[in-house]
């Protein structure tokens, strides 16, 4: 590979670092032809960008990056693919899913939400990770609560007065 075709896979590779607040490192070696393309169209259809790369490409984009990643260097050994997202939690909810039936891939490292999580034993904390939309959905669900309960205290009371006065003016 010439020196220019390295320093275009470079920059690219940079350019998606800075443009996802959410990647992870997985080992996908010795998936055959036909689990690898499972997993490519499971990445596709969860909208996870899968991407296999060279280790010194990748850590060079990762210094060239905005991101705070030194911690993962030392895991840039061995077979590495790239998983990047948009939401924190898929590509780790994906790798759990499809380790249902196979022994890869393996998860090496994963940059969420600024942070750095190292090791497989992080599957179960990253999978549990609620995204931006979820915490958003919690929150408003919060803030319904109150309302719903005062506006139902005054529907009730309301037809409570709504009877009296009828009952009343039924009397006369």
Known sequence: ?????????????????????????ADIA???????????????TKEVKLVVVKNT???????????NAEDLYDVLKGNTSIMFSDTGNVPAKLIKEFKKVHDKPVLKAA??????YVGEDQLGVLTSIKSKDELIGDLVA???SPMKTVIGQL??????IHGVLQTLSERE
Not at 33 to 43: G, K, P
Not at 155 to 160: D, I, V
């Open 155 to 160: 529907q009730s009371g309301g037809n409570k």
């Open 57 to 67: 490409l990748l850590r060079k984009a990762l210094e060239n990056s905005e991101k």
């Open 1 to 25: 590979m010439k020196r220019s075709e390295k320093l275009e896979i470079i920059d690219n590779l940079t350019e998606q670092i800075n443009s996802y607040n959410h990647f992870y490192l």
């Open 111 to 116: 940059f969420v939400e600024e942070s750095v």
């Open 30 to 44: 010795d998936l055959n032809a036909e689990d690898s393309s499972d997993l490519r169209r499971l990445c596709f």
């Open 142 to 144: 919060l803030l319904q």
